[in-house]
């Protein structure tokens, strides 16, 4: 059974510009949940889609952005890149109706922004 | 502002020792809670979860949860160098999962 899958897995992009991530979710695996990861901050929660509905976000700004396809997979957008957006993503899928679900990740997508 | 706090370590350890893992959370309603493991460049995988005060078993691993006091805690009993690693804490809040920084293990061969 494939796990998650999240591409590019690594990206290097310049300030000002924008950067689209993808998600596959496991099958079978409704619910995605993204999560930014520095060495400062630790796991910061951005956003989890349910059947194609944003249910929840965090404390980001609005230049991150997300959504989800009737097939369950994922992608988030960053526009506007700033030097604190580097960092790792990772994507999560789980099985129930909610994000807090038991999460399986993906390798994450790291990006670099100079 | 929902927050789980855990010492950020590094926690040392001899091989064949028990490690002691802890972690406080903040938010009286949460239910349900889970340690994840993460190895230097790779992604969390889970190592379990506990919904009941109490402890919880799996092979060497224990979680204990005591609602009352807002702790959690893994026990690592037998530790191995290949157990070296980050061990995240996690609470659910509202249908997202809240992590702790993390604690950093070591255990010495």
């Known amino acids: 059974k494939a796990g998650v899958t999240q591409t590019p897995r690594y990206l290097i992009k310049t300030r000002g510009q924008q950067v689209t991530l993808s998600c596959s979710p496991i099958s079978g695996h409704r619910s995605v949940s993204w999560y930014q990861q520095t060495p400062g901050q630790g796991l910061q929660f951005l956003f989890e889609?349910?059947?194609?509905?944003?249910?929840n976000k965090g404390n980001f700004p609005g230049r991150f952005s997300g959504r989800q396809f009737s097939n369950s997979r994922s992608e988030m957008n960053v526009s506007t890149l700033e030097l604190g957006d580097s960092a790792l993503y990772l994507c999560?899928?789980?099985?129930?109706?909610?994000?807090?679900?038991?999460?399986?990740f993906g390798a994450g997508s790291r990006l670099t922004v100079l | 502002q929902k927050e789980v706090e855990q010492n950020s370590g590094p926690l040392s350890v001899p091989e064949g020792a028990i490690a002691s893992l802890n972690c406080t959370y903040s938010?009286?309603?949460?239910?349900?809670f889970f340690w994840y493991r993460q190895y230097s460049g790779k992604s969390p995988e889970l190592i379990m979860f506990?919904?009941?005060?109490g402890d919880k078993e799996d092979g060497r691993f224990t979680a204990q949860l005591n609602k009352a006091s807002q702790y959690v805690s893994l026990l690592i009993r037998d530790s191995q160098p290949s157990d070296s690693a980050t061990y995240l804490c996690?609470?659910?809040?509202?249908?997202?999962?809240?992590f702790g920084a993390g604690t950093i293990l070591r255990v010495k061969s």
């Open positions: 999560a899928s789980s099985l129930g109706r909610s994000g807090a679900n038991v999460l399986t």
């Open positions: 506990i919904y009941s005060n």
């Open positions: 889609y349910f059947s194609e509905t944003q249910r």
């Open positions: 938010d009286r309603g949460s239910q349900s």
């Open positions: 996690a609470s659910e809040y509202g249908n997202k999962l809240v």
